[in-house]
């Protein structure tokens, strides 16, 4: 845990200049409800907590809401979640504690206009970042990897977005559809059922080429979706 924080309670405190929000968790901790960071710009934005990536919205956070948004203030299910694969033994975590990376210790720094999380595991320091431009609608990930072993990983990032497109999650969504643009190098998502933002399109694109994706939930996330 970091020293000199500001009004620690034994999980988080600020640090001494009081331009961030420190949250420590060791594994398997968590802290008592939802720890969150509202990122955001005049038209789009995100909010993401202690345990991951949380939810993204355009335009209107209510009705036009591209991830779900769940109000559990117990479990926090993730709609986004960056995975990590060493591709040498099949391990599957995340760099987030959510949803499979609560047995590694983590620093998480809650700044203005940023959050980060810090970890080691699996013979790598891991840090991810996230982030809303002052003026363009979109949440940027970046993810850094150190390698601390003597020899060359193979690591494959796999970015999961439940496109929810609407207000409600659950609710029928019969022409929302999803498809990857080879040409822009992006998955396309729309749902023209929203009737205010039917002609809106949400984006999920990488600075780095796939080697595979898939539109499918199902595809993804098993058949029992666990």
């Not at 988080?12 to 960071?37: C, D, K, M, Q």
């Not at 720094?109 to 991810?128: A, C, F, K, N, V």
């Not at 969504?173 to 040409?183: C, F, I, Q, S």
Request: a negative charge; one cysteine or more; glycine letters at 8%.
């Amino acid at each position: 845990p970091p020293d000199g924080l500001a009004f620690d309670n034994g999980l988080g405190g600020f640090t001494p200049e009081g331009e961030a929000y420190v949250i420590h968790l060791a594994p398997g901790e968590t802290t008592p409800a939802p720890w969150s960071n509202v990122l955001a710009n005049d038209g789009f934005g995100t909010i993401v907590t202690e345990a991951g990536l949380g939810f993204t919205w355009a335009i209107n956070s209510g009705e036009n809401r591209l991830t779900p948004w769940s109000n559990d203030p117990v479990r926090d299910p993730q709609t986004e979640i960056l995975y990590l694969r060493d591709e040498e033994n099949a391990r599957l975590w995340t760099p987030t504690p959510q949803p499979a990376g609560a047995g590694t210790a983590c620093r998480i720094r809650h700044g203005s206009g940023y959050t980060s999380w810090e970890s080691s595991s699996e013979g790598l320091e891991q840090e991810l970042l996230a982030f809303v431009p002052l003026d363009d609608p979109v949440k940027i990930v970046r993810l850094r990897l150190r390698n601390l072993l003597p020899h060359a990983r193979r690591i494959t990032a796999t970015y999961y977005a439940e496109w929810l497109l609407g207000a409600v999650h659950g609710e029928p969504a019969p022409l929302r559809t999803a498809e990857y643009d080879a040409e822009v190098h992006a998955l396309m998502a729309n749902n023209p059922w929203n009737d205010e933002f039917s002609e809106r399109t949400a984006f999920l694109t990488s600075s780095r080429p796939p080697h595979s994706l898939t539109t499918s939930r199902r595809d993804f996330m098993g058949r029992d979706g666990n």
